[in-house]
């Protein structure tokens, strides 16, 4: 599904390169539950936003579903966040504007779905979170984990093929973090959605299948995580 | 989509109750002014256009060349129109029109007069209801309107005089004691935007002038107008007109005399023709009000372009989120636009209550009746569906392109910071600009209303206070009774003095004829006459510096002249004059007995004209009294009784030439208040797009102020630091304005040939107050800032 070649990110600042990512060639299969780790400054963010397509690499080819990337117009990489890319922010990034359900419509909406198929959809997702009696709320009523429940629920409800998450539980705490935790599993398992996260916490790896371990730019580890 | 968009944009503006509130306020205020002044000049254009034939019709006007002047009428000769629809083969109709005013009287079936009452007449030719398509009630113009002493009704008047218009046909009304007219016709009242307020139309065949064949004469009151044939171009006339012109005008007089065909929209509006209604507005100031109105709808908008760049960061998340969700920047900028223009429309709603408490005082100002009513006048809906989208877009277009074009990457990791949304630069220039617009309003509103106190107060060269002037009417009957009239006045108690003139020493009503001093030949200027009697100087506390003032006579005997008119004919000591003869006009010739200082003899734009003063019972219109000032009412009361009783049939009338005076500057009272009310208006929207602006950066530096001050700067340093980037701009601003400003209040100022010196002080005051308004802004929000807690600031991250 993801195939990256070479992949090099480096920031000149009078005429010193500096790095962010070097070297980076991998590929990521459907159906895998990637985690990516490393210390602070490694470029695991970096990562996920190339991945993601918020930064382009200076250097190397990214493709996508068997498409360059780096060719894609800007056209085609907003069809691309319509269809197949569901993103999960640490901060959760809800519009502070909308109501829960209304959060969740928002990406059906940019999709051109239907009303009916949409308030069905949002429905289906409301009631699957267990958020149903919050669904009028503003984000700004609910807590962190809450919170984050919406922001996957948002994610999911455009049916993507891959969710990328940045430290999807970094601001929440453990038992929260565990539910979001199976959560992402259960998706992987049983809808086949390809998982991207980035995580500090080895637990929080363990959910996954394969663990990507970056330092200073540079994959040290490409472990698979053997369940037990 | 757009229903979602619409409800986020009203979540999204209450959250941001504040920013949102100054917005409307400043939005709403500078609609409401726009709103105003469309409706303004809407219906100063709409003057005369109710016509069918509008496009074809015209007026004939006059004007005389002299060496170095021209004079200008909108009048014609009398023999004019008959001789133009006999000589113009392009023209439909020519159809003369005559405005006079008399004595209406009514008798009951038993001879005693029920109504009597002064009114406006128009004696008209029929053919000139085929060139305006009044709608008549009863009769039919071409029929009832051509034999002499028929007359013809608008609607109230008819109600006015017989109760019914119903009954008014048939009936006869006595006019100025002499003539008895049958009413032959009624015809719909003429609206209050007609430069030919008709009420009374007299049949033109029984009109009666000496100067009927005389083309060397002509009136402002006998107007020509004339109906182009279908398919013709004005300009096709020219040739006919000057062969028309060499044909007429065999005698030479010292003004070469032309004609203008000026279309009947422009009656309205050039007021050196004036027209029946006694009111123009220029298109110099239709254009100036315009011009306004845009400058306050773009302080409005550059308050709001603003306010909303500078809170694009706090907007910037959202963005980020929408962009990876998969929206187009397009769709994020309809959203944006969605805001935008949901706002304007609440302030549309509240520029409509200021607009509807303030037209009042609008139609007051200008003593127009204005109204505002959407049903009425769907231009007004169309015009605010156009102000809505203009200011939406104007406004809301480059703070949707700057949030819409927010990098994801950034925006989700808070990343934007107001140095790279954009707009920084541009929010200065905008500032800069803002208050550039209102320093040149202080300095012109300062200017205006500086030389209106110069005006009021400079000294006229006569004596104008407590003077009153009512008319006396002039036929040969009731001028045998002049002399006992003015003898029973001066008797009263607290009158003064008592004079008959033709009009008082500085007036609007001008008469001017050739003359020649000392020899035959005629002097290459006109001379300003003015019929006065031995009382004159007297009454109005007229100086002279050389000779005498005129001796008691019914007849012109001798002559007193001005200085101005002795400078003109180079005579350097004013005794040199006394005892030389003048001929004036037709052969009147008499000896210069005194010579009377300079007075301003009309209004001060205009300069002295030179002046003669004569003796001539048969040009006397006017009785001016000069009062004790304490008892001016007890006097006015015993001057009307003794006047009814001397003309029983006539209706008494007066005015105090204190308020003949202020009449001419009704144009700079105008432009005064207007002034004063919109560079309130502007500094107000300044003030409060100031306010925000200020408010925003405050709290974007919070954090920057909470280090500062924990490493101990003081309060009032704080506060000076957030002022000073501001008091620079409206210092760059001041040095914008000024030449701006200079060059429109020169230009204003020429117009008048008395007016006060352009100093430093209008503009070094507007720097003062725009200086005030700032600091007092910044200060109070900027103090607020400085005062918090800085934990409260550090705490967070």
Redesign the interface.
Known sequence: MITLQNIEKYYATKGLKSYILRHVSTTIQQGEFVSIMGPSGAGKSTLL?IL?M??EPTYGTYEFMGEDITSLSE?KK??L???H?G?V?QAY??????TVA?NIE??L???KIAGAERKSRVADMLDRFNIVGKKDLFPNQLSGGQQQLVGIA?ALA?QPSIILADEPTGNLQSAQALQIMELFKKLNEEENITIIQVTHSEVNAGYGSRILHLLDGVIKEDLNVVNL | MFKLNLKIALRSLWKNKGYTLINIAGLSIGMASCILIFIFIRYQLSYDQQFARKDRIYRVVSSWKYSGSEEFSGGVPLPLAPAMRNDFAMLDEVAAIQRGRGVITIKDPSGNVRIKTDERTFYVEPQFFKIFDYRWLQGDPQKDLVAPNSVALCEDMAVKLFGDWHKAVGQTINYNNKTDLKVTGVFANVPENSSNPIQIAIAYSGYVNRNMKSWGSVSDASECYILLKEGRNIADLEGPKNAFIKKYYVEKGVGKEGHLFQPLAEVHRDDRYGNSSNNTTGMKEIWGLGIIGVFLMLTACINFINLATAQAVSRSKEVGVRKVMGSRRKQLMVQFLTETITLTIFALIVACAITEAALPGLAGLFREKLSFSLVQQPEILGFMGCMVLFVGFLAGFYPAMVMSGFSPALAIKNKVNVGNSGGAALRKVLVVAQFAITIILITGTLVVLKQMKFMREKPLGFNSSAVAMPYVPGDSLNRLKYDILKTRIENIPGVLSASFCASGPSSGDNTLTNFSYGGTKDADFQVNVKPADLDYFKTFGLQLVAGRALSKSDTIKEYVVNETLLRKLNVVHPEEAIGKMITVGDGHKAAIVGVVKDFNNMNLREAISPILIYSSKNNIGTLAIKMDSHQIPSVMKAVEAIWNSTFPNNVYRSTFMEEDIERYYENERVMGTLFKVFASVIIFIAFIGLFGLISFVATQRTKEMAIRKVLGASTFELVRMLNISFVLMVLIANLVAWPVAYIFISKWLSRYTYRIELSIWPFAAAMAISMLVTLLTVSLRSYRAAKTNPIDALKYE
Do not use: V
């Open positions: 936003n993601g918020l930064e056209r907003i069809e966040y319509r269809n890319i993103f922010f990034h809800l519009i502070d504007e909308m209304e928002a990406p909406l940019y999709k948002r455009a």
